[in-house]
């Protein structure tokens, strides 16, 4: 291919020139590299690279190895010359450079070897153009980012030269020879980067030219490129918790922690993270609030989390999210898409930041939180001592205060001098009985002030009321024993309102507990002990008090409170067994107003209530556990239990199986009542899990016992056993057995018609799904049309509900169009169900199963590039998923990613996704027992239809 000569440059390229003289840092060198101005001058040149010796004919054996490398530069480099006019000059910084690299290289022997690897990897990254040449108009907007790959390529082959004259002699060059490959590894992710977004655009490109083709594919890659662009703020500072005014000592862990997260900063781009592992009580968190606000002017941003568990986790990222201005304001996006966006902004932003995990107690959890990047800085707070080696880069276990150190700080939060034996003896003789424990010395001194009673009075009022706590005052003194006593003189004076309020807290989500829900739940109930909550003044009033000595605290903002978890501990304990079952059974009755019955009628999703459920979804998990603690309720309480079954029935809607099927299990040991509707629900609920988790048979078995149970109840055509019908034939279906599907599918449609029943556009689906798979794709689509909302199949007819159900119906007519060899309309229906599915649903299962059967079709369509990109997201949405729901959509993914990576010549990339998705299988069969029902085949790791 000629090259174009003597063409004028643009500012642009003469700005990647000034780049590329900048690395190189010598003008000799430079003129140098422009007497090599084509590949059939480097390959003439190759004798003079190292003309003398055994090494020189290993160089001269080793260019041949390189052809092929050479070959996808000088592709590269023609579609420069021909669709941008790049002169001798610019192709002459590749190929002259590549000559002197060779040369330095071959000199220096040992790393000839490794410089070839690296040529040879490099050369893989480059965006594939030259079969775009003539098709593709190369507008400005390409011509930007081709000429990013153009400069990167060449700046660091401008490093590569600088480097090898800077380390002459072998010494220095095996000694720098590690921070020369993390530049290149760093330069490589940057280039498979924008190459993949080059090819990606250049696909958009060719399917612009028929738009009216592609237009819906077009649309959802606007959307999809619009939701992964990141902005970064100048300044960011999010930590929504104040530290004690009377902090005291720790300077040593505080140097510790700066030196390994900040103190090297500028030297090094890993990430760096921190762990403060110690008992609790120990002053953990109150090191990390004083480190962030301490060293604040360090970072371009600083973010709290709390990580006690998935739902906090996911509230405090929601928070950042929103300061990050990551999610639009007033819209419902799900947890997995809110902390995959600030992941994603960490990944990417060029602000240094800190980000700190505080009681993140569960590291499994924490995982699926913990940022991607390859820098930043993480302080993480935890019981668990395994947080220092498993995620922390260094740690630190934090002790008690020693007695004198303890006595200290005592007398600071006091505000009293250390001058006066008397006071340092009382303070060292408190020190010494509660062990040091930050915590415990807080509360005491709360104690002491807000009572204004002497340090002296302290200890003997303290040995008269405790019973539990050891006597001798050893360091080893029980944690929990301690806290508590000093919190049972202050629950001890409570009474009324006061004493029923803090008892109905007791039970709650200790870190947000509205004061709406307890308003809310005494308007609607009518229960006589919330009465005081049906007056404004009087609630004021009952939470003053518990305010006055600490107990709990309050967002003035928000009028949400806060009460420590030992606290509640503390106060449940001092309940009688009766006690207990009275509030606990209040507790229920107001969570259930929250959330809509879903057993007595055949009620479909229900979308409209899912606000009201996510508010009062972290107190279910608060008063279960509470439950299990103190076995308030052992068992048999159909109220808990039909509780528990609203709460998984939202969370079968929102995908969360693997939170929902641990309660649903729950739920059915507490059914007083086994031949219930609602029992019945909750067998039927399981089996849904189970059928979408790949799991027909166990599926088919629940069903069955729910339709059994309902047919004992309910006379023999109730419009209620249509459903349990309609489930039977779709686990049939899974199975294949797909003539008994039909059968069942088919009494659901008589008995849905014969009551004239709203829910007859569901049979309809399942069995027009079911003809499909019959390979009667013409009698699909008539039974589909048979829907009373869809019958026209426009886009107003599947989107108006807002129901994420529809969205299935908008995939299945995408397989429809599929079979009838329609193909862009397939394209497009599955298109439109993805972005349908993504702003209902967020990144979960049915959104994964979306983007394969999109990258599917654009693979199909001979579109590799994009499918490529969607592969990927739907292997990043994988990975981010509990294994009960990710694990078989990630390995499906990385097996249709292994083919179409093929298909592009990318044999490597291809190989390892291919080596993933085999991993990935294994894993399956191991977490199943065995082999998954019969499954031979990647295809079938996803249940074919996810409605």
């Not at 190189?24 to 084509?38: H, N, Q, Y």
């Not at 610019?90 to 070897?113: E, K, V, Y």
């Not at 039977?728 to 294949?736: F, P």
Request: overall charge negative; some cysteine.
């Amino acid at each position: 291919m000629a090259i174009v000569t003597d063409s004028k440059l643009s500012p642009l390229w003469e700005k990647a020139l000034e780049n590329y003289r900048e690395d190189l840092a010598a003008d000799d060198d430079f003129r140098k590299v422009l007497e090599t101005g084509s590949f059939e001058e480097l390959l003439n040149d190759a004798k003079n690279l190292q003309p003398f010796g055994p090494q020189g004919r290993k160089t001269l054996d080793s260019m041949s190895r390189l052809k092929p490398t050479f070959k996808l530069v000088n592709d590269f480099s023609a579609v420069l010359a021909v669709c941008f006019g790049a002169g001798t000059v610019l192709t002459a910084l590749i190929w002259g450079s590549i000559r002197m690299i060779l040369g330095l290289a071959s000199a220096a022997g040992s790393t000839l070897h490794e410089v070839f690897d690296m040529l040879d990897e490099l050369s893989l990254t480059l965006p594939r153009l030259k079969s775009y040449e003539k098709t593709v108009p190369m507008d400005s907007e390409l011509e930007g980012s081709v000429l990013e790959v153009y400069t990167e390529v060449i700046c660091f082959y401008a490093r590569t030269i600088h480097f090898f004259k800077s380390h002459k002699h072998v010494i220095l060059l095996r000694q720098s020879w590690s921070e020369f490959s993390q530049d290149f590894s760093r330069t490589v992710q940057r280039i498979k980067r924008l190459s993949g977004k080059i090819e990606s655009e250049v696909e958009l490109t060719r399917m612009r030219h028929d738009n009216q083709k592609y237009d819906q594919v077009l649309s959802l890659m606007a959307t999809f490129h619009t939701q992964r662009q990141v902005t970064a703020p100048q300044k960011s500072y999010y930590v929504p918790f104040t530290e004690s005014p009377r902090f005291w000592g720790r300077d040593d862990i505080l140097s510790q922690i700066d030196s390994c997260l900040s103190g090297s900063m500028s030297n090094t781009s890993s990430l760096r993270s921190f762990a403060l592992y110690g008992m609790g009580g120990v002053g953990k968190t109150q090191i990390a609030l004083r480190y962030a606000n301490a060293y604040r002017n360090q970072y371009d941003a600083v973010f709290w989390v709390s990580a006690d568990n998935s739902i906090t986790i996911a509230q405090s990222f929601r928070d950042i999210a929103k300061i990050l201005d990551l999610v639009k304001q007033d819209t419902e996006t799900d947890d997995n898409s809110v902390i995959l966006a600030v992941k994603t902004w960490l990944a990417s932003t060029d602000s240094k930041w800190l980000i700190v995990f505080d009681n993140a107690d569960n590291l499994d959890v924490l995982k699926q939180a913990w940022p991607g990047s390859s820098t930043g800085s993480i302080l993480l707070t935890s019981r668990d001592s395994t947080a220092a080696f498993d995620l922390a880069s260094d740690a630190f276990q934090v002790q008690p205060f020693d007695v004198a150190t303890g006595s200290a700080a005592l007398l600071n939060i006091l505000g009293l001098g250390s001058g006066s034996d008397l006071n340092q003896e009382q303070a060292t003789a408190i020190s010494s009985t509660f062990g040091g424990l930050p915590l415990a010395l807080n509360q005491v001194a709360g104690f002491i002030a807000q009572r204004k009673i002497s340090l002296q009075s302290f200890l003997p009022l303290y040995h008269r009321n405790s019973t539990s706590v050891d006597a001798k005052g050893t360091t080893n003194m029980n944690y929990s024993h301690t806290l508590a006593t000093v919190w049972e003189m202050s629950l001890s004076k409570l009474s009324g309102d006061t004493q029923t309020l803090i008892r109905l807290l007791a039970f709650l989500n200790p870190d947000y507990i509205q004061e709406s829900l307890l308003k809310d739940g005494a308007s609607d109930t009518g229960i006589p002990e919330l009465q005081f909550a049906r007056d404004e003044i009087d609630f004021l009033d009952a939470e003053q008090i518990l305010l006055q000595i600490s107990l709990i605290d309050k967002s003035v903002e928000s009028g949400v409170m806060r009460m420590h978890r030992l606290v509640q501990t503390a106060v449940i304990r001092r309940m009688t067994s009766e006690e207990r079952q009275q509030i606990f059974s209040i507790l229920v009755d107001i969570l259930a107003r929250n959330l809509p019955d879903t057993y007595s009628s055949d009620v479909g999703h229900q979308v409209a209530s899912w606000e009201r459920c996510e508010r009062s979804l972290p107190h279910l998990e608060s008063i279960v556990q509470k439950n299990a603690e103190f076995s308030i309720f052992p068992g048999d309480n159909q109220p808990f239990a039909e509780l528990l079954l609203r709460f998984c029935w939202y969370l079968y809607e929102r995908e969360n199986y693997s939170i929902a099927r641990p309660y649903v299990k729950t739920a059915l040991q507490y059914f007083s009542d086994r031949n219930s509707l609602a029992y019945a629900s909750a067998v039927d609920l399981q089996g849904l899990i189970d059928l979408d988790i790949s799991h027909p048979a166990s599926a088919l078995e629940a069903f069955q016992e729910a339709y059994r149970i309902r047919a004992g109840i309910l006379l023999a055509d109730d419009v209620f056993l249509a459903a349990s019908l309609v489930n039977i034939g779709l686990a049939y279906t899974e199975l294949g057995k797909l003539d008994e599907a039909y059968e069942y599918l088919q009494r659901s449609i008589d008995i849905r018609l014969h009551h004239n029943s709203d829910r007859i556009g569901n049979s309809y689906s399942n069995m027009s799904s079911l003809l499909l798979r019959m390979e009667r794709a013409n009698e699909a689509e008539e039974m589909l049309k048979r829907c009373p909302s869809l019958k026209d199949f426009t886009d107003e007819t599947f989107l108006k509900t807002g129901n994420p159900r529809f969205s299935g119906d908008m995939i299945l007519l995408s397989r429809i169009r599929l079979a009838q060899g329609r193909y862009d309309e397939s394209l497009n229906l599955a298109s439109k169900a993805l972005g349908f599915r993504r702003q209902c649903l967020g990144n979960r299962m049915k959104v994964c199963d979306s983007l394969y059967q999109v990258a599917s079709l654009l693979q199909r369509g001979n579109n590799p590039a994009l499918s490529i990109q969607l592969l990927e997201e739907c292997i990043k949405i994988s990975e981010g998923l509990p294994q009960i729901e990710g694990l078989r959509h990630l390995a499906r993914a990385n097996y249709k990613l292994s083919h179409t990576l093929k298909l592009v010549g990318k044999e490597r990339e291809s190989a390892e996704s291919l080596d993933r998705a085999y991993s990935l299988k294994d894993g399956i069969y191991k977490l199943d027992g065995d082999s998954p029902h019969g499954i031979t085949d990647f295809e079938s790791f996803v249940p074919w239809m996810l409605w």
